[in-house]
């Protein structure tokens, strides 16, 4: 081996190995992910998440404070049109925003949802069908007093 030549192909051509282009017009990310979805690979012997490899590969580099957040809503996307850099405040307030209804499929209406500010002093929103369950859950569960 040459001095100083790496027996590895470039970061860039690993990381075209691991994009498949799909109809939809995302870069659908094919090699190994994170649970949440979002992919990763080694460059220079150390993991990458491969969705901020792509932003600062074509685009440039991410501010200081900022993540990137999916405009396409697929967290396996790495084209970088399809992702901006943004505060943590603002990706947070798009996901929330992002979800029409709860876990258990209640719609978030204005007459089915509770606003609650978290320690962190985010806003988050509840389910109030699926608080109510709970409720009686808890309710009927009680020990009775003697």
């Known amino acids: 081996m040459i ?3 790496s027996p590895w192909p470039s ?3 690993r990381f075209w190995q691991k994009v498949e282009k799909r109809n939809d017009g995302c870069w659908q990310w094919i090699g ?5 979805g979002y992919g990763q690979f080694a460059v220079n012997g150390k993991k990458v998440i491969a969705h901020r490899w792509s932003y600062e590969f074509f685009v440039g580099p991410i501010g200081d ?4 957040d999916h405009l396409c ?3 396996s996307c790495v084209r970088p049109d399809h992702l901006e850099p943004i505060t943590i405040a603002e990706n947070r307030a798009r996901r929330v925003a992002a979800k029409t209804s709860c876990i258990h499929g209640h719609a978030y209406t204005p007459e089915n949802t509770i606003y609650q500010m978290d ?5 988050n929103r509840y389910c109030r ?3 109510l369950l709970k409720q009686r859950r808890t309710y009927a569960n009680r020990k009775p007093r003697d």
Request: hydrophobic share 25%.
């Open 3 to 5: 001095r100083g030549m």
């Open 119 to 123: 320690k962190q002093g985010y806003q």
């Open 11 to 13: 970061p860039e051509v």
């Open 65 to 68: 404070g900022l993540e990137i």
């Open 32 to 36: 190994g992910t994170k649970a949440a």
């Open 73 to 75: 809503r697929n967290p």
């Open 129 to 131: 069908a699926c608080n």
